[in-house]
Nanobody
Framework: EVQLVESGGGLVQPGGSLILSCVASGFAVDEYTVGWFRQAPGKGREGVAAISKRAGNIYYTDSVRGRFTISTDSAKNTVYLQMNSRKPDEAAVYYC?????????????????????WGKGTPVTVSS
C-alpha cells in the first residue's frame, strides 16, 4: 500500500525554523519526484519545493528560495523540508505529494497537479 505521512508541523515564531518530514511507504522516494505543498485557509494549494533524486533536480518557489531546503534520506525513505526565517503568511497545512513522471518545476508551479500520491498534511502556525 502506498502511503505518505507528514509530521513536524506545529507553532513557530516569525523568523524561526521548523523541519517537516514525509515518510513514504510502498514506493522508493529516490525513484519519484516528491514535493512539498501548502494550503492556507481560503486559498488554493501552492507548490513550495520539489526534488527528483533520480534526475538530480530540485526546484523551489521564488518566495522560499534561500530559506527552505528540501532533501531526501534514502535509507529512511523520507523527504524533509527545512524551513528557516518563517513568515506569518506562511501558516498553512503542509502536504507532501509524489509523482513518478513529474518534473520538480512543473510540480511546484502547478501546485502539484497530476501527482499520484498525497499525504494528509501537517499544520504549521506562524505566530509570536
Amino acid at each position: 500500500e502506498v502511503q505518505l505521512v507528514e509530521s513536524g508541523g506545529g507553532l513557530v515564531q516569525p523568523g524561526g525554523s521548523l523541519i517537516l518530514s514525509c515518510v513514504a511507504s510502498g514506493f522508493a522516494v529516490d525513484e519519484y519526484t516528491v514535493g512539498w505543498f501548502r494550503q492556507a485557509p481560503g486559498k488554493g494549494r501552492e507548490g513550495v519545493a520539489a526534488i527528483s533524486k533520480r534526475a538530480g533536480n530540485i526546484y523551489y518557489t521564488d518566495s522560499v528560495r534561500g530559506r527552505f531546503t528540501i532533501s531526501t534520506d534514502s535509507a529512511k525513505n523520507t523527504v524533509y523540508l527545512q524551513m528557516n526565517s518563517r513568515k506569518p503568511d506562511e501558516a498553512a497545512v503542509y502536504y507532501c505529494g509524489a509523482g513518478r513522471r513529474a518534473w520538480p518545476i512543473v510540480a511546484v508551479n502547478t501546485g502539484g497537479n497530476g501527482l499520484e500520491y498525497w499525504g494528509k498534511g501537517t499544520p504549521v502556525t506562524v505566530s509570536s
